[in-house]
Every structure is written in structure tokens, then in C-alpha cells.
């Protein structure tokens, strides 16, 4: 417990990088405090908490050793298990088009690294937790940092910029003058909401950043939505290809591999399940049509059949027909043509 004291009376005594003091002025400035130790206890101590935490810091000069802490880490205090949620949530985010952002907040993560690595081996619970998928994931397009500062700086002054904004298969980018209004990270790339110059009005589009090749903030202004949501219908038709304004009932009949992974994971919070007579299960539940939903239902294969909307099976129907004449020819047939 007196260990204790004393590592929580210098952490909170060491000052800033530009105010670094020497390991005699800790000890003096403790006896002060009423703590007497000596200077090779003391440095035994610094030591400790250096090798601890990331914001404790030192630099030799001649035979002194001079100590500071980055404050802006000093007073935070963190439970291991917190430690390890944001452990695994940054490194998630650094997986799926956050790299740069990840890199930004470095301290804090190793901050949060260190307090799972302990001081003994049989503590350290860095290998025991790690970001993954199930699912193929493309690697994320370039963002340019320069750019992202300036869209996430205009986005929370409520600014505009102006752009340089290369679209898919154009040669040369275009000059756009627009409003940000929100950010999406989904997948493997950030998207923004936005309203541009000569847009229709009523409309918010939705742009990849990694097309983005410059930015700089404006004084000339686009007014933004009423009551602009990104959440909302209106957002999310244009970030992931909304294509209903409410959510329909999806009736689906699926084998009981996939009965059982929906048992555990649901599509929906109304999701119900009942058995067929021959051995497959029906599953209703509410969801909104979108772009997401239909790669969902294809990618389960031959475990799903889509029994309504009846327009939704229409098309997943017509999908799975020509995915299926790209098989139709045989490899001999297709070796001839190519």
C-alpha cells in the first residue's frame, strides 16, 4: 500500500516534457509530502512507472535522469477489462479503413495495451484478444490524412469545402464545392454525407473518401438539410442503398445449418422461427430492403430460399440464374474462347 501512495503522489507530481524534472528534485518534492525514501528507491519507483505506463517518460543528461508524463494520458484511469474492449475496438476500426485514425490515438492505445501486459508474464493478455471476420473483407482504399482533417474539422464547424474529387473511371478530377454533414465507417472505407453545389435539391449524396485527392475550407456556404439525420431514411438511402422507407416482413425458409446460427445471432429483434415438415424452417422478420441485405441472401447459398417480398425473390431468383449460367459452360468450352 505504500508503494501504492507513492506511485500515485509522482505520477500526479510529475509535470510536462518542457518541465522535466531531475530524479533528486522527485525525491525532495516527496519528502515534502512527508515521504521518506531514498534516491535509489525512488529511482527504482520511476523506473516501474515508466515501464508501466506510456505516458511516463525520461531523458539522460550527464549523470542526471530527467522525468515528465504526458498529461493529457496522466489522469485517465481504466479498468482491464475496459482495457481490453478498446483494445479490440481499435483494432477493429484499424482493420476496416481507420488506420490513420488508430495512429492518431497511439498513446491512448498503448496506454491501454500496457495496462493488459502487466508486470509478469502470466499476466500479459496482449495475445489473448484480437480483431477478426468470418467474411472476406477488401482492403480499405487510400485516404489521404490531410484531406480527413480538413472534411472532420469543416464537418464539426458546420463549414464547407472545397474539393478535388476523382470519380470512378474518370481520367482527371473534378472541382466540387460542398457541405459535409456526417461521416459512415462501414466496411472497408469512410463515406460522406454531403449536399453539393448544383445538386438536386432535397437530395444528400454519399462520397468514398479514398477519391478525395484534396481539400480545403471554404467561406462560401451550402445550406445544409432541415433537421439533417444520418441515421434517417433520407441519409441512409444514398450510404448503403436504403431502397424502403419503412422495414418490410421477410419470410425466408432456411435449412437448420442456418436455422442455428439464427438462433444465436437474429436477423432482427422480431425475428420468429418456426419448423417446416421437411426438416427446414421458416424465419419471418422485419428489415429494411438495402444493398446489404441482398449480398446477405446470396451469400447464404443454398441454405435460403427467399419466399417473400415477392419482388425481393424475383430478384434474388434472377441473381442466382445468371451466377449460375457463368458455371452453365463447361471449363473446355470456355478454354476454346478464350
Not at 24 to 51: H, M, P, W, Y
Request: net charge positive; glycine share 4%; aromatic share 6%.
Amino acid at each position: 500500500m505504500d508503494q501504492l501512495y507513492r506511485h500515485d503522489l509522482i505520477l500526479r507530481m510529475l509535470p510536462r516534457k518542457e518541465n522535466a524534472i531531475d530524479t533528486k528534485t522527485v525525491v525532495a518534492r516527496l519528502a515534502n509530502q512527508g515521504v521518506e525514501k531514498s534516491t535509489r528507491s525512488i529511482q527504482r519507483d520511476l523506473k516501474e512507472l515508466e515501464a508501466k505506463y506510456p505516458h511516463v517518460h525520461s531523458r539522460g543528461e550527464g549523470n542526471a535522469k530527467f522525468w515528465w508524463a504526458d498529461k493529457s494520458l496522466s489522469r485517465l484511469s481504466m479498468l482491464p477489462s475496459d482495457a481490453m474492449n478498446l483494445v479490440m475496438i481499435m483494432d477493429h476500426a484499424a482493420r476496416f479503413g481507420m488506420a490513420a485514425q488508430v495512429d492518431k490515438l497511439q498513446p491512448l492505445h498503448d496506454y491501454a495495451r500496457s495496462l493488459l501486459s502487466g508486470n509478469r508474464v502470466i499476466q500479459d493478455c496482449t495475445g489473448k484478444v484480437m480483431s477478426s471476420t468470418r467474411f472476406v473483407t477488401l482492403l480499405p482504399g487510400t485516404i489521404l490524412p490531410e484531406v480527413l482533417e480538413v472534411i472532420q474539422n469543416a464537418l464539426l464547424a458546420g463549414a464547407c469545402v472545397d474539393v478535388l474529387y476523382l470519380k470512378r473511371g474518370a481520367t482527371e478530377p473534378r472541382s466540387m464545392h460542398l457541405k459535409p454533414l456526417g461521416l459512415s465507417y462501414q466496411d472497408s472505407n469512410i463515406y460522406l454525407s454531403c449536399v453539393f453545389k448544383g445538386m438536386k435539391p432535397g437530395s444528400i449524396a454519399a462520397l468514398p473518401m479514398h477519391r478525395f485527392l484534396a481539400a480545403k475550407e471554404t467561406f462560401e456556404n451550402i445550406p445544409a438539410p432541415e433537421n439533417y439525420d444520418i441515421k434517417s431514411v433520407a441519409a441512409q438511402r444514398s450510404l448503403i442503398g436504403l431502397r424502403s422507407d419503412t422495414p418490410v416482413q421477410l419470410q425466408l425458409r432456411v435449412s437448420h445449418t442456418l436455422y442455428q446460427r439464427l438462433q444465436e445471432n437474429p436477423l432482427s429483434h422480431d425475428q420468429q422461427l418456426s419448423p417446416c415438415a421437411d426438416g427446414w424452417w421458416q424465419v419471418t422478420a422485419s428489415l429494411h430492403l438495402s444493398q446489404g441485405l441482398d449480398l446477405w441472401l446470396l451469400s447464404q447459398g443454398e441454405h435460403l430460399e427467399v419466399l417473400a417480398p415477392e419482388a425481393l425473390r424475383e430478384q434474388i431468383a434472377d441473381t442466382t440464374k445468371r451466377m449460375a449460367a457463368l458455371y452453365a459452360v463447361t471449363h473446355a468450352v470456355r478454354h476454346s474462347l478464350s
